[in-house]
């Protein structure tokens, strides 16, 4: 796509939260380190409040990855989780077998693994997202979970992470006692229009530009005014802004290619009344696009090197034989079942690529029986969400980091099962769903 075109290593707008373009302005580096300061004081319910797009999850998990040591996190993404559900998710992520059958015996099972823990010299912290969204009741119950204690210290530190309903939902007397808790609240605002430009800046520079400004001041001020300042939002309208300065075969981008963005995202302004121009259909196919422009093709792999730089192969490991038909959908089931025992273990670091998703597991199948003998290993299959809605993903190779990951899969041939790109452990736990 546009990453030779304009000196990128990689895209620089993707949405997925990825640490590494981390962007401290926007007080965003102030709330890490009072984040930091409050978790290490080890007391109180700690509150993050902002909205949609604004960079809770990138805040959520750069503080994970900062975390000492002898801190263990624990995540819980999903606020439809019933207090049974709560217990048996922190158990997991604990690496606890959730055996005990019943919710107090559960609960002194926790207890006793927490005691365990600060024995060692050892706390945990519960990163609670969307929490918006849980029942009152389910609230009141995580506020119970900060009562396991010892004569000195709690056991069990709760952040939660939430749209503006959530401050809605704290007013609420019924759970007085959670409010009265917090002893941290941040309010994530949007970037401004000087923010908005280090912001871009900074992106463009970690995925490898070393050129001029880009985005010229006109622009990231009508940038700013259609994102409204939130981090999503920005990144997709740059994605799709520089998508669009490719289509046109130019480096100088413009409103209207910004506004051809905007269109496509159905982004508007406020003081929006009139369509926008748009470039046509017929120019976004001609550079090689899809129609409907999804963001994940644009994060499609766009970093090979050229044939003749790709080592060579022996020719019996470049056959594209294929066996009759597809593995069985129990073997997909089992190698998820597989993967969620690897994931409790594996460093969050390690790296795997993904070849290829699907919605249902007999699709799994397919695409399992398609692979080739090139493919890295070892092979597993991740059942989790993607893009909020439940897949399964297949996964290959296991890389201690970025660089080793990303030279094996530069060295792919190209396949038609998928598009392959990079994840963590880390990342890939917050979003696992159960195997049946």
Request: with cysteine; net charge neutral; aromatic share 6%.
């Amino acid at each position: 796509m546009y990453f030779d075109y304009f000196g990128l290593k990689e895209a620089p707008f993707r949405i997925t939260p990825n640490t590494e373009y981390w962007y401290a302005g926007g007080q965003r580096g102030e709330m890490l380190a009072a984040l930091q300061y409050a978790i290490g004081q080890g007391e109180g319910i700690i509150k993050v409040v902002g909205e949609v797009g604004s960079g809770k999850t990138m805040l959520c998990r750069k503080l994970v990855a900062q975390l000492p040591d002898t801190i263990d996190s624990v995540y819980l993404g999903n606020p439809t989780l019933s207090p049974d559900d709560m217990l048996a998710a922190i158990l997991s992520d604990l690496g606890i077998d959730a055996a005990a059958e019943g919710r107090q015996a559960r609960l002194a099972q926790l207890n006793a693994a927490l005691l365990a823990r600060h024995e060692a010299g050892r706390r945990v912290v519960v990163f609670v997202e969307e929490a918006q969204g849980i029942a009152l009741d389910n609230l009141e119950f995580l506020r119970l979970l900060t009562n396991l204690e010892t004569a000195t210290d709690k056991l069990l530190q709760i952040i939660l992470f939430g749209q503006p309903e959530l401050d809605a939902q704290l007013a609420d007397p019924r759970i007085r006692q959670l409010k009265d808790r917090i002893t941290l609240s941040l309010n994530l605002s949007p970037l401004s229009e000087s923010e908005v430009a280090e912001y871009l800046r900074a992106r463009l520079a970690v995925a490898g530009y070393r050129g001029p400004d880009l985005f010229s001041a006109p622009l990231i001020a009508r940038l700013t005014s259609l994102s409204g300042g939130l981090s999503r939002r920005i990144n997709v309208l740059a994605d799709k802004t520089l998508l669009a300065a490719y289509a046109g075969q130019t480096h100088t981008l413009t409103t209207t290619h910004l506004d051809a963005a905007a269109s496509d995202a159905e982004i508007r302004s406020p003081a929006q009344t009139a369509p926008q121009p748009r470039l046509p259909r017929w120019a976004w196919l001609s550079a090689g696009l899809a129609a409907g422009l999804g963001l994940l093709t644009f994060v499609a792999w766009q970093t090979r090197p050229p044939a003749a730089s790709l080592p060579a192969v022996p020719p019996q490991a470049t056959s594209t034989s294929r066996p009759p038909a597809p593995v069985p959908v129990s073997r997909v089931t089992e190698l998820a079942r597989q993967t969620q025992r690897w994931l409790v273990t594996a460093a969050p670091d390690t790296h795997v690529i993904q070849i290829a998703s699907a919605k249902e597991a007999a699709q799994a199948a397919v695409l399992l029986g398609d692979l080739n003998a090139v493919t890295p290993q070892p092979v597993r299959v991740l059942h989790g969400l993607s893009q909020g809605a439940p897949a399964w993903m297949i996964l290959a190779g296991e890389f201690p980091n970025r660089d080793a990951a990303m030279a094996v899969m530069r060295s792919l041939p190209a396949t038609s099962i998928g598009v392959p790109f990079l994840r963590t452990v880390g990342k890939m736990r917050s979003v696992v769903l159960p195997t049946g």
